[in-house]
């Protein structure tokens, strides 16, 4: 069992930044691949960002692209988003998930999630 929790979540304006953080237990972190998703209210939940279990590699969805940064310690054990230039369709529930094997971004492909931390962007 891996277990995930989310911080650093809160209202912001549009323009600003927040850093997101996923602190991971239980297993190896650097055995596993991890995942930042959103869901905003009535909305599926979506791919946010992928990093890879070293961290050399990175996917990202087209709506963060070039304002997101994901990146992660595995010395602390976690993983974080780096969030700039916020829009108010950025507003969400965001959360990180990890996974054994390498690149994804079907919720249905990670096995273990966080509770989520709410991100809210104000126009």
């Known amino acids: 069992q891996v277990q995930l929790v989310e911080s650093g979540g809160g209202l912001v304006q549009a323009g600003g930044s927040l850093r997101l953080s996923c602190a991971a237990s239980g297993r190896t972190f650097s055995n596993y691949a991890m995942g930042w998703f959103r869901q905003a209210p009535g909305e599926e939940r979506e791919f946010v960002a992928h990093?890879?279990?070293?961290?050399?590699?990175?996917y990202y969805a087209d709506s963060v692209k070039g304002r997101f940064t994901v990146y992660r310690d595995n010395a602390k054990n976690t993983v974080y988003l780096e969030m700039n230039s916020l829009k108010p369709e950025d507003t969400a529930v965001y959360y990180c998930a990890a996974r054994r094997l390498g690149y994804a971004s079907r919720t249905d492909e990670y096995d273990y999630w966080g509770q989520g931390t709410q991100v809210t962007v104000s126009s």
């Open positions: 990093i890879s279990r070293s961290g050399g590699s990175t």
